[in-house]
């Protein structure tokens, strides 16, 4: 087990790094030409914190399993238990309740949540799924119930409101701060999907992993922004997830 989190714990300390590398030269060039600061006062202590929060959910993800939890195919035990302690936090914190998006979404939200959902369905059955996933009763309610509480309670949520928080002109639907939370948020989805390192240290690197989930992340940072709440982004994640199930179904049903 120790093995185990030791792993987690360099997973997550790379992937912030990484992210750190790609964005803060960027941020800090683009604040200097527009002459504006970089961070708000107690923006380096709000980021710290989201980094902090990051890398301890990558280790509960990765916790043993135990009881009935350790006998199904899927993480429910740790997913479940990161969404608690993530709202638990959030419940703690009043001023990042808002900020991660419990807030009634804007009017007709449904509408993107359905045609991308739709989409995401559509597209797989005309050129495949893009992911194999074993067609069974747990994997379908996992994928349509699970996935999007605790990651996107995670990444559109709370790292999102802290990384809003701590960079300036944030009050703009689409100012500095909600875009380069989209983009911090999109990259380090894309990485905690794509690069992983076992317990041997063993460090595994998947490109269409990094690809697809960074895309999706894109598209789930702009539904969190569109409708200025994390519901709808939850719903879509689940959404996508469950159209990966369905298409895996449908199409080895045309196959048969």
Known sequence: ???????????????????????????????????????????????????????????????????????????????????????????????????????????????????ITLGALGVQLVAGPVAHIPVTTETFLFQAIVPGLDEELLFRGVLFGLIVAALPQRDNRWGPGPVWAVAITTVLFGLAHGIQMDPSFTLTVEPRAILYTAVTGAVLGWIRVHTGS??????VHNGINTSLVVAAALTSVSLA
């Open 1 to 115: 087990m120790a093995s185990t989190l030791a792993a987690a714990t360099a997973t997550g300390v790379l992937h912030v790094l990484l992210a750190a590398l790609i964005f803060a030269p960027a941020m800090w060039l683009t604040a200097r030409a527009r002459g504006q600061r970089t961070l708000d006062p107690g923006g380096v202590r709000l980021l710290g914190v989201a980094g902090l929060i990051y890398l301890v959910s990558i280790i509960v993800l990765h916790l043993p399993r135990i009881g009935v939890f350790a006998h199904l195919m899927w993480n429910w035990q740790n997913k479940l238990l990161l969404f608690a302690l993530l709202l638990l936090l959030v419940s703690l914190w009043p001023q990042l309740w808002d900020r991660a998006g419990f807030t009634r979404p804007a009017p007709h939200w449904w509408f993107p949540v359905l045609s």
């Open 230 to 235: 994390l519901w709808p982004a939850i719903l």
